[in-house]
């Protein structure tokens, strides 16, 4: 199964935790919200230097090239997502934990034998610009959707990293690569035209002391 999606216009913010809490109180009156906790995993060419990268900049990414990565939700591999993105847009096919840990071994045949458009395009990159699964992002996320006001808003909340991709599937040995870490968090709205004034007005609070990563 393939699915795509045009992403709508985006806004990220690394905010405090004290702006998290206040927000995170205004926005859970009248909203409609979903908490899950999110394990990604990005693919870079060695040439890319991703390693080198802060968090941030991983999860808003401003290349034109295609860009993977692969998730999986609340703490369950049975059910992953090969994401692709470019130019504002993304497509995604699933992935079962087999495959994902035939992957991580370097097994990449199954990619073919799928004959999923993005799975041959991933194939590509694999051989072609020599993709290899580098660093991982683990966070909680808790998206907020106002009614009738068209946008949503997402608190990502203990965002940690490691470069120890074969623990991938183990969210035990995830939390323990990442365990003296200092978790950020980052805010981010997404939204098809303006952003409503009440919701600026809330925005407002945070402002002397959010930064602005990327507007997209």
């Known amino acids: 199964m393939t699915t795509n999606q045009t992403r ?4 990220h913010y690394q905010i405090t935790q004290s702006d998290h809490d206040a927000l ?13 906790c999110v394990h990604r995993m990005f693919f870079a060419s060695y040439r890319d230097r991703t390693a080198a ?26 059910y992953l997502i090969l994401e692709r993105r470019q130019d504002g847009d993304r497509t995604s096919a699933m992935v079962t934990e087999a495959e994902c840990r035939a992957l991580l071994s370097g097994e990449t045949d199954w990619l073919l034998e799928r004959r999923n458009p993005v799975l041959l395009d991933f194939y590509d990159g694999l051989t072609e610009r020599m993709l290899l699964p580098q660093v ?16 949503w808003v997402a608190l990502d909340t203990d965002l940690r990293a490691t470069l120890q991709h074969m623990d991938f599937l183990d969210p035990q040995r995830l939390a323990a690569d990442t365990a003296e870490q200092e978790g950020r968090i980052l805010m981010e709205i997404g939204y098809s035209d303006t952003i409503p004034d009440q919701v600026l007005c809330l925005l407002e609070e945070t402002a002397p002391r959010r930064r602005l990563l990327q507007r997209r």
């Not at 709508?8 to 806004?11: A, G, V």
């Not at 995170?24 to 899950?36: D, F, K, N, P, V």
């Open 8 to 11: 709508p216009r985006q806004l």
């Open 24 to 36: 995170r109180s205004r926005l859970s009156a009248g909203t409609t919200s979903t908490a899950s």
């Open 53 to 78: 990268q802060p968090i941030e900049e991983l999860l808003v990414p401003a290349q034109e090239e295609a860009r993977f990565t692969l998730q999986y939700m609340d703490n369950d591999p049975s």
């Open 136 to 151: 991982l992002v683990s966070y909680r996320r808790e998206v907020y959707i106002p009614e009738g006001l068209g946008l």
